[in-house]
């Protein structure tokens, strides 16, 4: 079955940074194009990046852009998001998707940026 398991949340200082991974199983990982989204509480589910299948493309919602790196290892059928310059604004549950044949979440994992 496919499974998407996401780590690397947790507390942060504004400034800070964190390195989130999703560990991928149960499908073809280098031909999924890879998505991270966040949903902050009372807030619609937001896209923060993607990367492609091909040649690892990658996009980012304009307020990430210069901030979060997305990086694939297909190797480990692992997503990374590096998250540098963290704002309060930033917290939310961070979720990793993948698109293949379907659409596919992972639970998240809660990333609190706080002084």
């Known amino acids: 079955q496919v499974q998407l398991v996401e780590s690397g949340g947790g507390l942060v200082q504004p400034g800070g940074s964190l390195r989130l991974s999703c560990l991928a199983s149960?499908?073809?990982?280098?031909?999924?194009?890879m998505r991270w989204y966040r949903q902050a509480p009372g807030k619609e589910r937001e896209l923060v990046a993607a990367?492609?299948?091909?040649?690892?493309?990658?996009t980012y919602t304009d307020s990430v852009k210069g901030r979060f790196t997305i990086s694939r290892d297909n190797a480990k059928n692992t997503v990374y998001l590096q998250m540098n310059g963290l704002k309060p604004e930033d917290t939310a549950v961070y979720y990793c998707?993948?698109?293949?044949?379907?659409?596919?979440w992972g639970q998240g994992t809660q990333v609190t940026v706080s002084s």
């Open positions: 990367i492609g299948s091909i040649a690892s493309i990658t």
């Open positions: 149960g499908f073809t990982f280098s031909r999924a194009t």
């Open positions: 998707n993948a698109i293949y044949s379907d659409a596919y």
